[in-house]
């Protein structure tokens, strides 16, 4: 018999999570859908943040079946135009609820193009839209402290040599487009990093991290039959969403902020992650964002 959602992830974690109110991007399907499941199965209240109102909606009625938890809801966020980010938080702030962990887990991988807003796509989605929704929730997330940000980041960061700012207003040109997203999956780490300095004492504390190879819907664009073979050998759903669980609610890390982290422990990051270069981004993404 299979396990419902989020059982096993359910077992890694026991803390923190009761009647306090988590946010996950991505969460319509693979590790952030295991996360969510896993965070409803435990109390809290989820709010599903995904691009298909269809997806999210159907995740929401799954999950919500799956973990006898009534309290999952879903909110539309395509992180690849910013007017939508701006209005997924506006729609989550105008709820009143206080908010505890936001989980930045939405991302795409080889995929080529232009967001709305005419920044590369890997970029766009996985660091800038997430930039945005993060800055907007700030706010809500201070005054609900002790809260956390979770960014799901990638071991891919590791390839990234650094960061070319002028290649992140075209597509990317790379054969693999796996260029692109060790770049913004550095950046998720750079964020990560400089937010725990812009919020240190605050209240909010933040994580970046590697799930582990997971037969997810990542693996969408590889063809068959090397796709199915591959997967075969990777970390369930449930078993990729473990350290963003970790990272969510263990009280292990609560007095830790900024660090990088995998198979639930922490990890020494790309030797390229200075504080320089995540306070360039930081400048650059405000820029290009406008944000005050
Ligand atoms: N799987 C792995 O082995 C692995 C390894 C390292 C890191 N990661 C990271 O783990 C995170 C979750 O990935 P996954 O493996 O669970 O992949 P997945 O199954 O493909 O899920 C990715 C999620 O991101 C959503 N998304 C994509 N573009 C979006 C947009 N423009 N706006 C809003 N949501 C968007 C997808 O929505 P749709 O369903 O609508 O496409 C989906 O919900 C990603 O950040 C990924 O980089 C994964």
Redesign the pocket.
């Known amino acids: 018999m299979s396990e419902p959602e989020g059982a096993t992830a359910h077992r890694s974690e026991v803390a923190g999570v009761k009647g306090r109110t988590f946010l996950v ?8 859908r295991a996360t969510a499941a896993g965070l409803a199965r435990q109390g809290g209240r989820v709010y599903v943040a ?3 109102r269809a ?1 999210g909606e159907e995740a929401v009625t799954a999950i919500k079946a799956s973990t006898g938890n009534d309290a999952v809801f879903y909110l539309p ?4 135009d910013l007017d939508s980010v701006r209005a997924c938080a506006a729609g989550f702030l105008a709820t009143g609820e206080p908010l505890h962990v936001l989980v930045n ?5 080889r995929a080529r193009g232009l967001t709305k807003q005419g920044f590369e796509l890997m970029f766009g ?2 660091h800038l ?1 997430h930039f945005v929704l993060t800055n907007a929730l700030l706010g809500c997330l201070t005054a609900s402290g002790p809260a956390r940000v979770v960014t ?5 960061h590791y390839s990234a040599r650094g960061i070319d700012f002028e290649a992140l207003r075209r597509p990317e040109r790379g054969v693999t487009g796996m260029h692109g997203y060790g770049v913004s ?1 550095l950046c998720n780490v750079l964020f990560t990093q400089e937010l725990a300095r812009r919020t240190a004492g605050s209240g909010v504390t933040t994580y970046a991290l ?5 037969a ?3 693996w ?1 664009r590889v063809p068959w039959p090397v796709r199915p073979l591959m997967m075969r050998r ?1 970390l369930t ?1 449930d078993e ?1 969403a473990a350290t963003s669980l970790y990272c969510a609610t263990s009280p292990d890390v609560a007095q830790d902020s900024g660090k990088f982290y995998e198979k639930c422990a922490e990890r020494t990051p790309s030797r390229v992650a200075t504080p320089e270069l995540a306070a360039e981004l930081w400048k650059r993404s405000e820029e290009w964002t406008a944000l005050p």
């Open positions: 991007t991505g969460a319509n399907t693979g590790i952030g995904s691009r298909s997806k966020l395509d992180l690849a887990n939405a991302g795409v991988v989605v996985n839209g799901v980041s990638s071991d891919s999956k590697h799930p582990g190879v997971v997810s819907d990542i969408r990777m759903v990729g």
